[in-house]
């Protein structure tokens, strides 16, 4: 577990959009907790290898999507100040489905067959 120090304390100010917080070289070293709106590429800029991040569905669980290409299905992570991932994510643990797109930045929660929306708060 990485120590909190990592992450330098200007990213702790709660932010509306999504961004990315820090890198770090492996996933157990990803910190326990992360800032509100905030995620973590694991491995290096020119070769990420993870995207790791709170589902924004607030319940804790955690996300990691795999950003090599060489897997199947693999994310593609645009990040200026404001973060982009595509395709859509969709997260299903213990009985709870999470389904949503994440652009420029913004959580977009995709509509289920009953016209409610997977995995958002009410």
Known sequence: MARIGRIPFWKWI????????????????????????????????????????????GTGHRIMLTLDPAHFPHWVVRSGKKLSVSPSVDSRTAGRRCHFYITNGKIKWVENRNGGLYGRRR
Request: net charge positive; proline share 11%.
């Open 14 to 57: 709660p932010s509306r959009a999504w961004r990315i917080v820090t890198t770090t070289g492996a996933a157990d070293e990803i910190p326990e907790h992360l800032p509100s709106h905030g995620a973590v590429i694991v491995g290096s800029v020119k070769r990420p290898k993870w995207l790791a991040f709170d589902c924004p569905c």
